[in-house]
């Protein structure tokens, strides 16, 4: 391989806003056959909004939101930020917890006035014995939409549920039919359950979904399809995405993300916009035509 090539290849993807950490990266991009996107912050803006709140045992509205961003104020996950964000427009006040736990890729557990509050997902509920069958029905209705659904429960009483919309961006549609034009397999990866990614990959055109991955078992769904043969490309923003980031071939980092994203992966898109993969593929392809 001519340096040179290699060097004027690098140049070009800077220009470009892609960020490319060593000469190998660019060498291996072309040869990608899978490309594995997270969903939240990447296929999606990150910046989900409250769309549905849905009180449950007599539960007042304004009380639920009240415990529901006092519980969620201590957390960094997006998808606390909007209920936050909620609760500031409603302008509802909220009360200091006495105690917060993170329960990755299921939600928190906080104490508040006493009062034990859980905010997450059905698994999280199953797992703590809090029914949660009769709301199953309007659950599933919202996810229909591709809104995510968190459950809350006071005191092992399940009291409501607030539901969650995050905006696709606009270039993601277009950059995943280029990926396919290219034959590039597409995948989705997501915590998020099933029936919202299936929701969300359907408005892009993805057919091939992993739902309900656990943070800590992503970079084992991405070791699996490499075992498969595939040649695989994972692009993430999350911290939660960086161990699968540094064990695909070339890992994406969104430049809109985390820091411990950008630290994981070999190529940052600094415009955090889906088509910068697309462009750097294709950069990668114009560079070793170059060479050979
Ligand atoms: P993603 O891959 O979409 O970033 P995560 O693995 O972080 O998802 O989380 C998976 C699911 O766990 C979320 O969709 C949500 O239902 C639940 N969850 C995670 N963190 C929280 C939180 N702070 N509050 C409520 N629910 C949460
Ligand atoms: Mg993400």
């Known amino acids: 391989a001519t340096p040179t090539s290699i060097m004027v290849g690098t140049g070009k993807g800077a220009e470009s806003g892609i960020l490319i950490k060593g000469a190998e990266h660019l060498e291996h991009a072309h040869k990608l056959t899978t490309i594995v996107l997270d969903k939240t912050g990447t296929i999606t803006k990150g910046q989900p909004e409250v769309t549905d709140i849905v009180t449950l045992a007599g539960m007042a509205e304004a009380e639920l939101v009240r415990l529901a961003i006092s519980a969620e104020k201590n957390s960094e996950h997006p998808l606390a930020q909007a209920i936050v964000a909620h609760g500031q427009q409603q302008g509802i006040a909220l009360s200091e917890p006495e105690s917060f736990t993170a329960i990755p890729g299921h939600g928190i557990e906080v104490a508040i006035e006493g009062k034990r509050i859980l905010v997450g997902t059905r698994k999280l509920m199953k797992e703590n014995n809090i029914e949660y069958e009769t709301a199953v029905a309007t659950i599933e209705q919202l996810e229909l939409q591709g809104k995510t659904v968190m459950l809350l429960a006071v005191d092992n009483q399940l009291s409501g549920l607030l539901a969650v919309a ?117 950069l990668s392809k114009a560079t070793m035509r170059n060479i050979k």
């Open 166 to 282: 995050d905006t696709v961006k606009e270039s993601s549609a277009q950059a995943v039919a280029e990926l396919q034009k290219m034959g590039i397999e597409v995948w989705m990866m997501t915590g998020d359950n099933t029936r919202t990614a299936q929701a969300i990959a359907q408005a892009v055109g993805i057919t091939n979904v992993m739902a309900e991955v656990l943070p800590e078992h992503k970079a084992a769904k991405v070791e699996a399809l490499k075992q498969e043969g595939k040649i695989v490309g994972m692009v993430g923003d999350g911290i939660n995405d960086a161990p699968a980031l540094a064990i695909a071939d070339v890992g994406f980092a969104i430049g809109t993300g985390t820091d411990v994203a950008i630290e994981a992966a070999d190529i940052t898109l600094i415009r955090g916009e889906l088509t910068g993969l697309v462009a750097a593929i294709r």
